[in-house]
């Protein structure tokens, strides 16, 4: 099972690293093939496809076809101007998504959906000043400020507790982030 067989997903380059494939060796819902690759995040759909579908039906669309499957829940409100709506529906209905603690918010950045990087803690964002200021900005319209935001910040951890959520703008580059918290 090589990841370098693996179809490539423009907005997430790495689903195995992130965590939302995983070498499976079990028959996909939508193609029927075992491909040795299966989706571990849950789509959004009426039918239960927890490990269900693998990575080449959801690059192809089929998977999203035939079980009429979103895989990111993306609301008009999240999606900036400028953003054609052919990336919004790669992003829905053609990209694995993840899963976060609260609703995840998928990033855009210069009209375009940027690059998903996975689930980082403190250390992985410490030394990118651009998703630190991404962060603080985030925390900041959640008014969540001074000793509250450096507290939060220092805390985050990608296995629980607060999360921040890494992405990557494929056109200048820039890391873009944002947080959330278990509240259990």
Same mark, same amino acid.
């Given at each position: 099972?090589?990841? #370098?067989?693996?179809?490539?997903?423009? /907005?997430?380059?790495?689903?195995? +690293?992130?965590?939302?494939?995983?070498?499976?060796?079990?028959?996909?819902?939508?193609?029927?093939?075992?491909?040795?690759?299966?989706?571990?995040?849950?789509? /959004?759909?009426? @039918?239960?496809?927890?490990?269900?579908? *693998?990575?080449? *039906?959801? %690059?192809?669309?089929?998977?999203?076809?035939?079980?009429?499957?979103?895989?990111?829940?993306?609301?008009?409100?999240?999606?900036? %101007?400028?953003?054609?709506?052919?990336?919004?529906?790669?992003?829905?209905?053609?990209?694995? +998504?993840?899963?976060?603690?609260?609703?995840?918010?998928?990033?855009?950045? *210069?009209?375009? #959906?940027?690059?998903?990087?996975?689930?980082?803690?403190?250390?992985?964002?410490?030394?990118?000043?651009?998703?630190?200021?991404?962060?603080?900005?985030?925390? #900041?319209?959640?008014?969540? @400020?001074?000793?509250?935001?450096?507290?939060?910040?220092?805390?985050?951890?990608?296995?629980?507790?607060?999360?921040? /959520?890494?992405?990557?703008?494929?056109? *200048?580059?820039?890391?873009? %982030? /944002?947080?959330?918290?278990?509240?259990?």
């Amino acid at each position: 099972m090589d990841r #370098a067989d693996l179809p490539a997903f423009r /907005y997430h380059p790495d689903p195995v +690293g992130t965590g939302a494939v995983e070498p499976i060796r079990s028959r996909c819902r939508s193609c029927g093939e075992v491909r040795g690759w299966i989706y571990v995040a849950v789509p /959004y759909a009426v @039918t239960d496809l927890r490990d269900a579908l *693998c990575p080449w *039906c959801i %690059a192809d669309g089929s998977a999203a076809s035939t079980f009429d499957a979103r895989f990111t829940d993306l609301h008009p409100a999240d999606v900036p %101007a400028g953003v054609p709506t052919a990336v919004v529906e790669e992003i829905v209905r053609r990209t694995p +998504g993840f899963a976060g603690w609260d609703r995840e918010r998928w990033l855009f950045h *210069c009209d375009d #959906a940027a690059e998903y990087l996975g689930a980082v803690g403190w250390d992985e964002v410490a030394d990118l000043p651009d998703a630190v200021a991404a962060l603080e900005a985030d925390l #900041a319209s959640r008014r969540i @400020t001074g000793r509250r935001a450096r507290a939060f910040l220092h805390d985050l951890n990608p296995d629980g507790g607060s999360t921040a /959520y890494l992405f990557r703008c494929r056109t *200048c580059r820039r890391h873009l %982030a /944002y947080a959330d918290r278990d509240d259990d």
